[in-house]
T-cell receptor, first 115, second 109 residues
């Protein structure tokens, strides 16, 4: 148990649907992250939140919209996705302690398929 | 641009030793991480290097040479459960992790 949970674990949606991914961390961390993982490609950092403020948005299309209502919860709202958005979406958290190891703890991911 | 290179796949025998290499070119350096990811599971933290040299943690060791932009992960006394992907990541000048594509390690009996 890594202390980071994600729901749903699997999601199939059409290109016109709207859905949301949820992440919750039980570790008391200050930073949360959304990553996209496609087969045989490096993890792509999408968004970073530190103390509920977005600090990084790596040129992600506007059809992905993050929300961080508090330091324990992170959402990724999806709308009008494309088939190439099919991937594993991973949430992670870290203490956000400058100068420390500050390793990231990952959730199990949501396997998203866009039809 | 920023780049992390590691082999796509490696095969080793149970009980043997395997070394997984990682080379990097990044804007700044604030530490190098190795993570393990079993198929269908979350990546889990294995090791961290920020100074040159070897860090040992049980059967796993990680080495760093900052001047060469090079690291390796050494796995000893391989077990079947070590079959997984191993991800190398470098923290850049903005304290963001830049990830390699991962090395899939296959352990054979």
């Amino acid at each position: 148990e890594t202390g980071v949970t994600q729901t749903p674990r699997h999601l199939v949606m059409g290109m016109t649907n709207k859905k949301s991914l949820k992440c919750e961390q039980h570790l008391g961390h200050n930073a949360m992250y959304w990553y996209k993982q496609s087969a045989k490609k490096p993890l792509e950092l999408m968004f970073v939140y530190s103390l509920e403020e977005r600090v990084e948005n790596n040129s992600v299309p506007s059809r992905f919209s993050p929300e961080c209502p508090n330091s324990s919860h992170l959402f990724l709202h999806l709308h009008t996705l494309q088939p190439e958005d099919s991937a594993l979406y991973l949430c992670a958290s870290s203490q956000d302690a400058a100068g420390e190891v500050d390793e990231q703890f990952f959730g199990p991911g949501t396997r998203l398929t866009v039809l | 641009g920023q780049n992390i290179d590691q082999p796509t796949e490696m095969t080793a025998t149970e009980g043997a030793i395997v070394q997984i290499n990682c080379t990097y070119q990044t804007s700044g350096f604030n530490g190098l991480f190795w993570y393990q990811q079993h198929a269908g599971e979350a990546p889990t933290f294995l090791s961290y290097n920020v100074l040159d040299g070897l860090e040992e943690k049980g059967r796993f060791s990680s080495f760093l040479s900052r001047s060469k932009g090079y690291s390796y992960l050494l796995l000893k006394e391989l077990q079947m459960k070590d079959s997984a992907s191993y991800l190398c990541a470098v923290r850049d000048s903005n304290y963001q992790l830049i990830w390699g594509a991962g090395t899939k390690l296959i352990i054979k009996p």
